[in-house]
């Protein structure tokens, strides 16, 4: 469903004013999905992406047309099918982002699919290879899961780690589902 109405999303504790911004939500068999963008054509950025959100209304709708949000959505219906698709290509929002948060954001989004990263390797590709914790919550408060593959990112012992601001539960499933999509084994 598009919508240009106002609305604001909190998600990760971490309050994302929307409005004048486009959505569509659709359902897949893994998790249901909502992208949020504004702009068009070039100008064209993400500004949310929610996965794993239990909505009643999730459905395949919309009110507004937005070529850019239907190619996003269908990246990312195409990726949870499990097949490869780049979807670091997206452009994204990094508005509001700390200098850091930026860094461990465009590290993230360069995690080649199908394969997996500690939250130590992360930070050291983000160049702090001390800043592991902080990398953490980054990925912890990501507000572009799948664009930002954050499931790929587990803990040191090779345990699956968190998602979504989880440790345990739905989430977590969810991720491990994201992961066997890329054929990898946690």
């Not at 507004?64 to 959505?73: H, I, R």
């Not at 090779?158 to 990898?184: C, D, N, Y």
Request: hydrophobic share 40%; with cysteine; aromatic share 8%.
């Amino acid at each position: 469903m598009y919508t240009s109405r106002p609305h604001d999303i909190f998600w990760g504790g971490v309050l994302f004013p929307m409005r004048g911004t486009l959505t569509k939500t659709f359902k897949h068999p893994i998790t249901n999905v909502c992208v949020a963008g504004t702009g068009a054509g070039s100008g064209f950025v993400l500004t949310r992406v929610h996965v794993g959100y239990r909505r009643a209304n999730a459905g395949n709708s919309r009110d507004k047309d937005c070529d850019e949000l239907d190619n996003c959505a269908l990246l990312i219906s195409r990726f949870l099918d499990g097949e490869k698709r780049d979807l670091s290509r997206i452009p994204i929002s990094l508005e509001g982002f700390t200098h850091f948060r930026k860094r461990v954001t465009h590290a993230a989004r360069r995690i080649p699919w199908g394969t997996t990263v500690s939250y130590a390797r992360l930070a050291a590709m983000a160049g702090c290879p001390r800043a592991v914790r902080p990398a953490a919550m980054v990925m912890r408060n990501n507000p572009f899961p799948l664009v930002v593959p954050c499931h790929r990112v587990i803990r040191s012992d090779g345990t699956i780690g968190g998602f979504g601001g989880k440790t345990s539960g739905r989430q977590v499933a969810l991720k491990r589902k994201l992961l066997r999509a890329e054929g990898i084994a946690v």
